[in-house]
């Protein structure tokens, strides 16, 4: 554990990344306490202040109903984390057993889950959620369902490679020869072996996370207002561009930021811990 | 050279390249049948009426069941699938509530845009990632090689809207280069359609003036959906060089005093251009997704549109239907990578043939 730190502190593009996510979970985090107007997240509106381009104490400005832009950046960066969390807490079991079943087991199970992942994979991620989404009410719990159905199968597919290889190496015949049981060598013998592979995509995958439920509040299939999200903010200001540049820009930068973060601290870690995805 | 006829022929048929082609058609067909009883299911299981929902709170009850007996709700689920399974064997998928249109109609008229589109992002996506990313792993570790690696890293960081919105903003608006929307001039005649490329079907009606008009407005939004594809293709180009790179006929070409760019773009390409494909294929698939958000942005006509009305007025036929479309598009296209791989790849293309 000292040994990664290090070596993630050794180089600029981490420490960069290791930064950016800081300050964004940070953010998220004590978002009451950084806010200048934190009773902006809701459906407050202030006439008097609307549509103001960036000054002081609006930093990035204020949106069509006088809401300080900042706040409610800070806001959506709070249930655009708890959603990516929540999401991978939901996946990654899902895709790791099916991916351990499928590799270990092979046979038709192979065959069946692998399939059945394919079918999954097959379906373009966007267009997978969007369905769901839109057959479901647009709430922040089916956004969460809608997004976890395309997600899971890429751990599959992931653990299920990893597997394959691993059951061939001499540990898994030797646990198999003193008549461990198949959930014991699944579980206990091979999985840790998928563990480096696995932190590394979920790392990558928090920024990806926001950026999928982003694109989905984005065509209004998201997370609903009053309730602040980056993708529906970037929405709702394309249609005042040029001349409220701020209402788009600053959402557009917070996710590009986020994500940016999450990715150079994946890669990092990718490079360290040897995972390939 | 001289084999009897019946022997070549069967040459041809086992060859490993129709055998793969083979394989290949058949799992798409099961992960196919597998889409439509998914999202057949989904659309089938949402809570509340979808007649209702389609009619609005207005309609009598008597036109909710009218309704529900032509979309078959009343029956059984599977009966209702065998019965959508036979119609889309004779490629009816049903009327769209929404257009009160055949939904293979609506999916004619608006997919050609689409496809349009994703078809100019993937030239973006190869012309533009891979160069980028042989260049960053032949002066790896040098500033050339750090500035594509960020840039990358920030292509596939940013979701196509937030791309779409920043490059108009920026080459439509701020430096008005290009067109801020639409697929081409207003004032221009539309060709008429033959295959519903605009940029195809202006050429054969020989009208360059709107071919001309038509490439220009594709630039922004094709640009902004190949973004993190160039992204992804560049990072995956230069991480399988450097690997090449560490090989010992890399070594023996640099000793023997081979001009570095002949090595980059030969040797040490050749071999990453497969995994590099391989990727390509699955960014279609991205893509095709990520349309929606760019079509949105750049008023585009295409299926995007289409696809969010009929996803919010929970149009039934009309989602199955689109869904299939992309999802059975997506399959040929890796089809067709697959094929090209095992094309280029000589350990496939030779075997059997010692």
Redesign the interface.
């Known amino acids: 554990m000292r040994r990664v730190m290090w070596i993630l502190l050794s180089n600029p593009?981490s420490v960069i990344g290791l930064l950016l996510v800081g300050t964004v979970i940070f953010s998220a985090v004590f978002a009451d306490f950084i806010a200048p107007f934190p009773s902006h997240r809701g459906a407050v509106v202030d006439f008097s202040n609307f549509n103001q381009p960036p000054h002081w104490p609006n930093i990035f400005g204020t949106d069509l109903v006088g809401r300080d832009l900042f706040s409610r950046i800070l806001f959506a960066y709070r249930i655009s984390l708890m959603l990516g969390v929540v999401v991978l807490a939901i996946a990654v079991p899902i895709g790791v057993t099916v991916g351990l079943a499928a590799g270990y087991l092979g046979g038709w199970v192979e065959f069946a889950l692998m399939?059945?992942t394919?079918?999954?994979l097959?379906?373009?991620?966007?267009?997978?959620a969007?369905?769901?989404?839109?057959?479901?009410e647009p709430t922040l719990t089916n956004g969460m369902l809608a997004v976890t159905t395309m997600w899971w199968p890429w751990y599959a597919r992931l653990v299920y490679n990893i597997t394959r290889s691993e059951s061939q190496e001499g540990y898994v015949l030797a646990a198999e020869i003193i008549g461990a049981s198949r959930l014991h060598i699944m579980f206990r013998e091979i999985l840790p072996n998928c563990v480096p592979s696995i932190v590394t995509k979920m790392t990558l995958d928090l920024?990806f996370v926001i950026?999928?439920a982003?694109?989905l509040s984005?065509?209004?299939?998201g997370v609903q207002a009053p309730t602040p999200d980056l993708?529906s903010m970037?929405?709702e200001g394309?249609n005042y561009?040029?001349d409220s540049?701020w209402l788009?820009?600053f959402p557009?930068l917070a996710?590009?930021i986020a994500?940016?973060g999450f990715?150079?601290l994946g890669?990092a870690l990718r490079q360290i811990l040897g995972g390939d995805t | 050279m001289h084999l009897p006829h019946f022997l070549r022929v069967t040459r041809i048929i086992m060859s490993p390249v129709v055998q793969l082609l083979v394989k290949r058609l058949s799992i798409s067909i099961i992960v196919l049948i597998g889409v439509s009883m998914l999202i057949f299911t989904i659309a089938r299981i949402i809570p509340g009426d979808p007649a209702r929902i389609a009619l609005g709170p207005n309609a009598t009850a008597e036109q909710v069941a009218n309704l529900r007996d032509k979309l078959h709700l009343d029956e059984p689920i599977y009966i209702q699938y065998a019965k959508f399974v036979s119609d889309f064997a004779h490629g009816d998928l049903g009327i769209s509530l929404y257009t009160n249109r055949p939904v293979t109609t609506d999916i004619a008229q608006f997919l050609p845009a689409t496809l349009e589109l994703v078809f100019v992002a993937g030239i973006f996506m190869i012309g533009f990632g891979i160069p980028l990313g042989i260049l960053s792993a032949r002066y790896r570790g040098r500033v050339a090689d750090n500035i594509i690696r960020v840039v990358s890293l920030l292509g596939v960081s940013a979701p196509s809207f937030v791309w779409a919105v920043i490059l108009m903003l920026l080459f439509a608006f701020f430096l008005p280069l290009f067109p801020i929307a639409g697929q081409i001039s207003d004032t221009l005649p539309v060709p008429p359609r033959i295959t519903g490329f605009l940029l195809i079907d202006s050429l054969l009606a020989g009208d360059f003036k709107v071919f001309a008009s038509a490439a220009h407005h594709i630039v922004l939004p094709a640009f902004a959906l190949a973004l993190s594809g160039i992204g992804q293709a560049a990072r995956l180009t230069r991480a399988n060089m450097v690997e090449t790179y560490d090989k010992p006929y890399i070594e023996m070409a640099q000793s023997y005093g081979f001009p570095e760019k002949r090595i980059a773009n030969r040797y040490a390409f050749r071999p990453s251009l497969i995994p590099s494909l391989t990727i390509i294929g699955l960014d279609f698939a991205a893509m095709l997704g990520n349309a929606f958000l760019v079509e949105a942005v750049y008023a585009w006509p295409g299926l995007s549109r289409y696809g969010v009305q009929v996803i919010l007025r929970k149009d039934l036929n009309a989602i199955v239907g689109t869904v299939l479309v992309i999802s059975a598009t997506f399959l040929v296209v890796n089809i067709i990578v697959d094929l090209l791989i095992a094309f280029i790849n000589p350990r496939i293309r030779y075997a059997g043939r010692s």
């Open positions: 593009l399939r059945l394919d079918v999954f097959s379906i373009p991620p966007l267009v997978l969007m369905s769901v989404m839109g057959l479901l920024g950026l999928i982003s694109s984005f065509l209004g299939l993708g970037v929405a394309g561009l040029p540049w788009t820009v557009s996710i590009l994500v940016f990715n150079l890669d």
